[in-house]
T-cell receptor, first 115, second 114 residues
Framework: ETGVTQTPRHLVMGMTNKKSLKCEQHLGHNAMYWYKQSAKKPLELMFVYNFKEQTENNSVPSRFSPECPNSSHLFLHLHTLQPEDSALYLC??????????????FGPGTRLTVL | AQKVTQAQTEISVVEKEDVTLDCVYETRDTTYYLFWYKQPPSGELVFLIRRNSFDEQNEISGRYSWNFQKSTSSFNFTITASQVVDSAVYFCALSDIYTDKLIFGTGTRLQVFP
């Protein structure tokens, strides 16, 4: 199943670098999500987009900047990150934002290490 | 506030044993959805099941079965005759119909040894 793809799978960056994570879904969905998974912590929802409009920003620091140019693509632009931002970043998609009824399907994640 | 508790941090079994992963949830909503996801070492969360709050029928899919009990706010997951390929972290999650957020538990790491 390759319904949701993420690139790159692994990324190492310095604190002064700028990089971007890419997510693409091939499921015809309209809602896309970014999650952060740190060691020994529950998955944290970061951003939600529904029909390209951001509907949720879960108090994420501005060094993380999402972009959703269309319903199939979602980016997470990274700038001046901190070592504590090292984590697995997961993208997900669902049919749309619909009262929790739609299942979210996840990509394989990008393992980010900030030096 | 919604909350999902997976009290078992890690479980180890030997192949062919049955294993049950516990999930207890809290919500004030009368309409909600519960999910189980599997996260193998590759990292991807694989969707296993979705159950709405009005459907308390237990479900079986091959070696997997789920026991939903509203009276105890539990949605437990049983793997029968476990296999090494079942080794993964399993997450239980609850969706809030008003904000569409998925609230995840902290996960249970299952290790199945040959």
């Amino acid at each position: 199943e390759t319904g949701v793809t993420q690139t790159p799978r692994h990324l190492v960056m310095g604190m002064t670098n700028k990089k971007s994570l890419k997510c693409e879904q091939h499921l015809g969905h309209n809602a896309m999500y970014w999650y952060k998974q740190s060691a020994k912590k529950p998955l944290e929802l970061m951003f939600v987009y529904n029909f390209k409009e951001q509907t949720e920003n879960n108090s994420v620091p501005s060094r993380f900047s999402p972009e959703c140019p269309n319903s199939s693509h979602l980016f997470l632009h990274l700038h001046t990150l901190q070592p504590e931002d090292s984590a697995l970043y997961l993208c997900a998609s669902s049919q749309e934002i619909n009262g929790g009824t739609d299942t979210q399907y996840f990509g394989p994640g990008t393992r980010l290490t900030v030096l | 506030a919604q909350k999902v508790t997976q009290a078992q941090t890690e479980i180890s079994v030997v192949e062919k044993e049955d294993v049950t992963l516990d999930c207890v949830y809290e919500t004030r909503d009368t309409t909600y959805y519960l999910f189980w996801y599997k996260q193998p070492p590759s990292g991807e969360l694989v969707f296993l099941i979705r159950r709405n709050s009005f459907d308390e029928q237990n479900e079986i899919s091959g070696r997997y079965s789920w026991n939903f009990q509203k009276s105890t706010s539990s949605f437990n997951f049983t793997i029968t005759a476990s296999q090494v390929v079942d080794s993964a972290v399993y997450f239980c999650a609850l969706s809030d119909i008003y904000t569409d957020k998925l609230i995840f538990g902290t996960g249970t790491r299952l290790q199945v040894f040959p």
